[in-house]
């Protein structure tokens, strides 16, 4: 599996936006679904996680009740809602994947995760 982050761009405070993450080849619906940001001269930071059905969410607490992760197995893409967004959120947005099997445990590191799409920069700003 391949992914590809899409949607990023500059949006003011308070705006919403909506990322997507394209995967290509077989076995997407096998793997859990990530999502991290990183800005410059930090560490990636985990954003939040949704298991293989779609049924279970993990959310970092910086962005809990404002970002939203959801997922279409049969189209290979899984998408971040992101809401009330603060110039805070700045950042390169990269969508990751792994197997259910093995992350669960580590989920909050970004080098547990196997599979990475490239950024998307998101800018908030007025």
């Known amino acids: 599996v391949q992914l590809q982050a899409s949607g990023g761009g500059l949006v003011q405070p308070g705006d919403s936006l909506r990322l997507s993450c394209t995967a290509s080849g077989r076995g997407f619906s096998a793997y859990v679904l990530g999502w991290f940001r990183q800005t410059p001269g930090k560490e990636r930071e985990f954003v939040g996680a949704l298991r293989r059905s779609g049924g279970t969410q993990y959310t970092a607490n910086s962005v809990m009740g404002r970002f939203t992760i959801s997922r279409d197995n049969a189209k290979g893409t899984g998408y971040l809602q992101m809401n009330s967004l603060k110039p805070e959120d700045t950042a390169v947005y990269y969508c990751?994947?792994?197997?259910?099997?093995?992350?669960?445990?580590?989920?909050?590191?970004?080098?547990?995760?196997?599979?990475w799409g490239q950024g998307t920069l998101v800018t908030v700003s007025s």
């Open positions: 990751a994947a792994a197997p259910q099997s093995t992350i669960l445990s580590s989920m909050y590191t970004a080098r547990a995760w196997t599979i």
